[in-house]
């Protein structure tokens, strides 16, 4: 099979389209064909060799955390899967003709979604829930903030806050502001304007998609023994002033998958993509989402 392959850290010049062995399905294992696998932040990250202290990256590695595609092999003793059916999941090693991985990764495309859009959503459908339902965990009613709302994660945060009965701010840059708007949450606010940042009222919690410095400059505007949940670290100084932090990292989750999958497709979450490029084209997809302001997701397409 063809995919793209990172030899050696570095630029996006690194990744190659090469011809490696097909891979098998193990035991519990689907094997899919894979049609849209979309670009991530972390693969960027993993790329440059930035995060070799913390998720060390065995080379020649094949970068992409989701895929969608059609089902190819079963392994043994795999329920709730036929060859052909449609799946997306979250993965390694996604940016392949050929994609396997546990059966506990995948989950069903709704009919009416195109396979390679379906692509662009497993990890960040599952980040957004995670962080809200499982990090931040708001009660209903509580004043919850998510920074980063216009980006992927950020878009499925405020739906996810929403739907658990939050009253949601969406924090953005004050250029977004309009297009914030349209996102469903109760507020907007520009976390880059000062004079909006310090009328904030007291918040419970806040969902952090972006970190640093944009964080820093929430942390006095939570009430004490409130939560931040975060999917960019902890952020330092939260816990001296009495926050509960809750550091996360994005895991399977097959039925819940499924089910915003389902909130895509019937237009009640939206998650643009930018653009889709051929899977031989990843250098060029790494350098256009990392440069950042493209306003949505980059699908990388195989086989149609
Ligand atoms: N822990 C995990 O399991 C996990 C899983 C997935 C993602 N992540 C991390 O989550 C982060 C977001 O991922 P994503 O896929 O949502 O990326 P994304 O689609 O690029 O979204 C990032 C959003 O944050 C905005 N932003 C950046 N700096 C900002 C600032 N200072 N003020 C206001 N908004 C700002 C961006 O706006 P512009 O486009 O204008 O820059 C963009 O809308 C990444 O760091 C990623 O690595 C973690």
Redesign the pocket.
């Known amino acids: 099979m063809k995919a793209v392959v990172l030899p050696a850290f570095g630029d996006p010049s690194q990744l190659e389209l090469r011809n490696v062995s097909d891979p098998s399905a193990g035991p519990g294992e689907l094997k899919v064909r894979m049609s849209g696998a979309s670009i ?3 693969d960027w ?1 993993l790329r440059s060799g930035a995060l070799q202290g913390r998720m060390p990256l065995e080379l020649p590695a094949i970068l992409g ?1 989701d895929c969608a595609g059609t089902v190819l092999e079963l392994g043994k003793e795999v329920s709730g899967f036929k060859v052909g059916d449609r799946v997306m999941g979250l993965v390694n090693r996604g940016y392949a003709e050929l994609v396997v991985a546990g059966v506990d990764a995948w989950a069903h495309v709704p009919p009416n979604l195109e396979l390679v859009d379906a692509g662009a959503l497993p ?2 459908l ?3 829930s ?2 809200v339902e499982e990090a931040t965990k708001p009660r209903a009613g509580d004043a919850l903030l998510v ?10 945060a405020v739906f996810a806050a929403k739907a658990l009965g939050a009253k949601v701010w969406a ?3 004050g ?2 502001k309009s297009e914030a708007a349209k996102l469903g949450a109760d507020a907007v606010v ?3 304007d000062e004079a909006e940042v310090a009328a904030l009222p007291e918040l419970d919690c806040v969902a952090d ?6 964080i820093q400059k929430l942390l006095s505007k939570v009430k004490r023994g409130g939560t931040i949940g ?4 902890e952020p330092p100084g939260a816990k001296e002033r009495g926050l509960v932090v809750h ?5 399977p989750d097959s039925k819940r998958l499924a089910e915003l999958g389902r909130a895509v497709a019937e237009g009640r979450l939206t998650l643009p993509i930018a653009k889709k490029l051929p899977l031989a084209a990843a250098a060029e997809a790494h350098r256009l ?1 990392e440069k ?6 980059i699908v990388l397409v195989g086989a149609s």
């Open positions: 991530n932040p972390v990250k955390r990890l960040v599952l980040t957004g995670q962080l920074t980063g709302a216009l980006g992927s994660v950020g878009r499925v924090g953005v840059r250029k977004q520009a976390l880059d998609t972006v970190g640093g410095e944009t975060s999917v960019v670290g550091p996360m990292l994005a895991h989402a950042g302001g493209i306003g949505g997701k």
